[in-house]
């Protein structure tokens, strides 16, 4: 007796291979059956008619940045009605451990801003933690480099001592032991922009030793790409480990219409792999376009000492620091959350008009008002977005994190990534034939799954974890605007995770079946 059959769909099993018309029968967690059309059907507790659906595994995001979700929206719908069943957190550098990066985890985890429960003491801590909370979707962890160098060495803007290295490799290696299925790193966020490359290969030598990954939100993505692409394929090389580039892009008009040649540098390497979400603007902090000599805890001193350097560094860059204004413009960087509302969804330039002051200094009067200013950058050219989608090695990941559109996020201008991603490249690559389905699955569950450790997961098979969605290729789309982010997509029917129907069109509330994973 099975616990679910998925009866009559269109089988694509995540690895690229060609589609057929079958079953799948699930017991307990696991895939335990799949026969094609016409074989006998054992007896099943539940049997879902997928005729005219396509079945494949959920799909794996591996960079996701709902480090917190499971305490804040545990019913993680934005990610699960796009069919996501495995989220990777941890990305850019953050973790919410070591604590020290993130002082307001504990706070948000609560979702009582009274409350203070008591602090993880350690990765495997926060992991516990998140498992108790039953997040929808499963989880796997990296531990953030900018999380552990903050940690040890607070803000500082130099090369760590030995004592601190050899603190900081020791971070890395309980975060391993504890079920880390990687390092990551943010090279254009303080502190890890404060980092050379030596400091990083270290920590991924004691990465290595676990069999961990690296993956990088390399130090520029607009004129540095290149310098930058090849330091994350030369640390991977020097710390013996694989290394991913996290959403790759051509941002800024300065490497416009170069992503064959970005491509081509990433496959002419063996061991480094990248990701991106389908959409031609980036989603950051505002702070991320200050230069490492003005944080943004010290803005109003460099401002009343040095106004001009720091906005001629702002706008145009400089030898060791990529602007991100260059080549974009400020009519271009669009505000999400800040805490004065009349500027949420205005551009960072139609704010100066209303304050009549030049945007350079709307910008850092935003920042100095609410230091964590978000914002959105339309910087990419769309080409450069498609010729990225249709390699047919690139995963697909949305640098999301699971919301609600009631949940605390509800009300802010957030990047229509968010809920969109993963229907999105689907319509895209469908409507402009720019990729067969079974490739563009493949993209989204085993590449993603065998790259970064996710065992027994990312493929439909028998002895698999049944973590599957079921949806409609011809009329999968997402919804989510710029204009109206909150917007779930269509054509994702069935959604199911450690062989639980977690969600199902017009089915009502999310059913939480999700595990956070360790890696061993
Ligand atoms: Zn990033």
């Not at 009631?406 to 802010?412: D, V």
């Not at 990729?435 to 563009?440: E, R, T």
Request: charged fraction near 25%; aromatic fraction near 6%.
């Amino acid at each position: 007796m099975l616990d679910l059959v998925i009866a009559d769909a269109l089988i694509v099993d995540g690895r690229g291979t060609a589609p057929f018309r079958g079953s799948l029968g699930v017991r307990g967690d696991r895939i335990v059956w799949i026969r094609g059309v016409g074989a006998a059907r054992p007896e099943s507790a539940r049997t879902i008619d997928a005729d005219g659906l396509v079945l494949a595994p959920g799909f794996i995001d591996v960079h996701n940045h709902s480090d917190l979700s499971a305490f804040v929206d545990p019913d993680m719908p934005s990610a699960i009605r796009q069919g996501v069943t495995t989220v990777v957190v941890g990305n850019c550098g953050t973790s919410p451990w070591p604590l020290a990066g993130w002082p307001d985890a504990n706070r948000m985890a609560s979702g009582d801003p009274n409350q203070e429960p008591p602090a993880w003491r350690g990765f495997g801590d926060y992991l516990d933690a998140t498992q108790a909370m039953h997040p929808a979707t499963n989880v796997a962890a990296l531990v953030g480099h900018g999380a552990i160098r903050q940690e040890v060495m607070g803000l500082e803007r130099r090369p760590p001592s030995l004592d601190e290295l050899r603190a900081m490799r020791g971070l890395v290696a309980e975060a391993m032991a504890a079920g880390a299925f990687g390092l990551s790193t943010g090279l254009i966020y303080v502190p890890g922009i404060h980092s050379e490359t030596d400091e990083i290969v270290a920590l991924g030598e004691e990465t290595a030793r676990l069999g961990g990954i690296y993956a990088s939100h390399i130090r520029g993505e607009g004129a540095h790409l290149f310098r930058a692409v090849d330091e994350a394929i030369a640390i991977g090389r020097r710390a013996g480990l694989p290394s991913h580039v996290s959403h790759l892009k051509c941002e800024t008009s300065l490497v416009c219409g170069r992503a064959a040649e970005v491509l081509e540098r990433l496959h002419g390497n063996d061991d480094v792999t990248a990701d991106q979400y389908p959409y031609a603007a980036w989603n950051s902090s505002l702070a991320s376009l200050l230069p490492p000599w003005a944080p943004v805890e010290d803005l109003a001193r460099v401002l009343t000492e040095d106004r001009d350097h720091l906005c001629a560094a702002v706008e145009e860059g400089e030898a060791d620091f990529q602007s991100s204004v260059d080549g974009v413009g400020w009519d271009r960087i669009v505000i999400t959350g800040t805490s004065d509302e009349r500027f949420r969804g205005l551009s960072v330039a139609a704010i100066a008009r209303s304050l009549r002051v030049a945007p350079f200094d709307a910008c850092i009067r935003l920042l100095i008002d609410d230091p964590s200013t978000g914002c959105i950058g339309h910087a990419m050219d769309e080409a450069d977005v498609r010729a990225i989608l249709a390699d047919p090695d690139i995963f697909v990941a949305s640098d999301g994190a699971a919301i609600s559109p009631t949940g605390p996020a509800g009300r802010l201008p957030v990047h229509p990534r968010e809920y969109g991603t993963f229907p999105r490249a689907l319509a895209i690559l469908r409507d402009e034939a720019l990729m067969p389905l079974p490739m563009v699955v493949r993209t989204m569950t085993s590449l993603p799954a065998d790259r970064f450790g996710l065992r027994d997961r990312g493929r439909l098979a028998e002895g698999s974890f049944a973590d599957l969605v079921l949806f409609d290729a011809d009329r999968v789309r997402d919804l989510a605007t710029y204009e109206m982010p909150h917007r779930f997509p269509e054509g994702i029917t069935c959604v199911v995770v450690n062989g639980t129907v977690a969600w199902a069109e017009g089915n009502g509330p999310i059913e939480r079946a999700g595990r956070v994973l360790r890696h061993s």
